[in-house]
């Protein structure tokens, strides 16, 4: 891997950190507002609005600009969001404007990985920057929890610049202003990306022929027999991932008994498992082996269940590092098949446009569902149990498609044999 790679690393490393760690401090202010449960899972359905409402505008946008230029400016359209906490608008238009910022940040991120590597790389370039993503994903959620953590807030707050007055006067502010300044550390490596020399032909700026566009790469993407199934695949994970966030947090207080700043621990947990499992992706599976992985999703979703009979951390931690590492394992080859599939079908910027319209299409429908369980007050024991059954149901449904993609290519390949 050359120095640009590790320069989109650390940059990618930072601005999740900071995504991961506004979640939490996001959290916290609904507590303090004493905003009802359903809302909480609200706040991620609201960040990934922008991906599904956008989804034909990014790819376009992020071809139209060197990569890391696009990087950059998104950046600071997360920055502004985080600002727009401080300055006490509601959590849930704030973290929209963040999640408006990783919209357009996405296809640029991985599209450059395309454009500075080639096809045998990517999935150690994917493994590397899942398991830094899943890192930060650890840190961020220790670290927004640490930041709402009493003793932590009063330590930050008895901080003083002299002379000067910044107005920083509660924990959820102080915990911002950290937040802000991971944020200015990202743009800053941003800045230090270099341009790969990828141009694309001149981009539509035509709202109605931009989405015509999309909807014609939307249905090559999924018309592709390998595309189709590898694409179900991270749509199905990134929907389930994002709720099993605001489970595992729900499930800590209820079974565990753990405080918001120590539930966020166990996301990190998982993440931590995540980043076990895609960094040994990276390792032992090739780009040309990835649909081996899939029987690991079912395995998955039958070992989210045996949550349900966990109430001590000594079995809840290796648990969900096992649910992590299965994940991150069957995740890390799929995304890199389909970022060559898209990358031999279309550009780079427009191929990941419709992986997150897919994806973040899935998060908005199964965080709405979770959120309707959690208004109607449905056990959280129920609620897991309903997650692991269509995890591996859908997991397995995948495959059947997937077997049956191959006898059809099987048997097209014996006409065209016998024509001969």
Known sequence: MNRGFYTIMAAQFFSSLADNALLIAAIALLTTMQSPDWMTPLLKL??????????AFVGAFADALPKGRVMFITNLIKIVGCAMMFFHVHPLLAYAVVGFGAAAYSPAKYGILTELLPAEKLVAANGWIEGLTVASIILGTVMGGALINPRIAAGLLA????????????PAEAALCVIAVTYLLAALFNLRIPDTGARYPHQERNPIKLIADFAGCFTTLWK??????????TTLFWGAGATLQFIVLKWAEQSLGMPLDKAAILQGIVACGVAIGAMAAARFVPLKKSLSVMP?????????????????????????????????????????????RGHVLM???????????????????????????????????????????????????????????QREHDSLSLIGETKH
């Open 296 to 340: 690991l999703g079912i395995i998955m979703g039958i070992v989210v269940m045996a949550m349900t009979m966990v109430h001590t951390t000594l079995i809840a931690y290796p648990l969900l590092v096992l649910v992590g590492a299965l994940s991150g394992y069957f995740v890390v080859p799929m995304n890199a098949l389909l970022q060559h």
């Open 347 to 405: 550009s780079a910027g427009h191929s990941i446009a419709v992986q997150n319209f897919n994806e973040n299409l899935s998060v908005l429908t199964m965080l709405l569902l979770y959120a309707l369980m959690v208004k109607i007050d449905l056990d959280i024991d129920i609620v897991i149990v309903l997650f692991g059954l269509f995890v591996a149901g859908t997991m397995y449904l995948i495959m059947r498609r997937h077997a049956a993609n």
């Open 224 to 233: 592709d027999r390998l595309g189709q199934i590898s694409l179900a695949v």
């Open 46 to 55: 609201f960040f990934v609005l922008s991906y599904v409402l956008l989804a």
């Open 159 to 170: 901080f003083d610049f002299p002379i000067i007055d910044l107005g920083i006067d509660t």
